[in-house]
């Protein structure tokens, strides 16, 4: 998918209801298709995959200090710092870069 440059007023973020903008970026940044192409489980493969060992110090201490003003992450071990933490994982076990 190709994104604009720039989206024009009426496309913005803060048009968009709150509780809207998550789905909406999931669609307008390909992440819709992405999981519908990717192969069934893949990401919760990457979650589990090992390998990110030498990243779990870096991912645990970073959680608190990612949105720490944000509601959803603010909570230690809460759902929103689960759920980061799951992402970081996983893109850890996916990019060769991350795990040097």
Do not use: C
Request: aromatic share 8%; charged share 25%; glycine share 10%.
């Amino acid at each position: 998918m190709i994104l604009p440059a720039t989206l024009d007023a009426p496309h913005r973020d803060t048009n968009s209801p709150e509780q809207l903008r998550g789905l909406a970026w999931h669609v307008i940044t390909g992440g819709d298709h992405l999981m519908r192409s990717s192969g069934e489980g893949e990401y919760e493969t990457l979650v589990q995959r090992g390998g990110v060992q030498k990243n779990e110090d870096e991912i645990l201490r970073d959680l608190g200090r990612t949105f720490p003003t944000h509601v959803y992450f603010t909570d230690r071990q809460g759902q929103g710092q689960r759920s980061l933490y799951r992402v970081l994982r996983a893109y850890a076990a996916m990019d060769p870069e991350v795990r040097l």
